[in-house]
């Protein structure tokens, strides 16, 4: 029980450290606009380290990209997820709401 936590604490740590990572070099990270030109979204790394947070809670496991969209005006955290079950999973997270939109799991078409 205690390894399995220290376990899950590790990898949230690491998860956020790795999200910041990306952020502060700007790799990793794609944001697309909505309409003929592609919009920049400014997101904080407090923003970004939030909903990864909030992604991992809805489904625990190792963090393997983290894309910020615009959709509909909003901006979408989406963290893809290598769950504790094996499978991998997309989790959308509202920025401004830091609230789950969607878990979605990955089919193994989408990665070829």
Do not use: H
């Amino acid at each position: 029980m205690m390894q399995s936590r220290t376990n899950r604490i590790v990898g949230l740590t690491l998860g956020c450290l790795v999200a910041l990572a990306i952020v502060v070099s700007g790799f990793g990270i794609k944001v697309e606009g909505q309409g003929a030109k592609d919009t920049k979204a400014a997101v904080s790394a407090e923003q970004v380290i939030a909903s990864v947070r909030t992604a991992v809670a809805a489904k625990p496991g190792n963090v393997r990209a983290v894309e910020m969209e615009n959709k509909g005006g909003k901006t979408i955290c989406e963290v893809k997820i290598l769950a504790q079950d094996g499978k991998a999973y997309e989790v959308e997270v509202d920025v401004a709401t830091n609230k789950v939109i969607e878990v979605e799991a990955e089919d193994d078409d989408d990665e070829n």
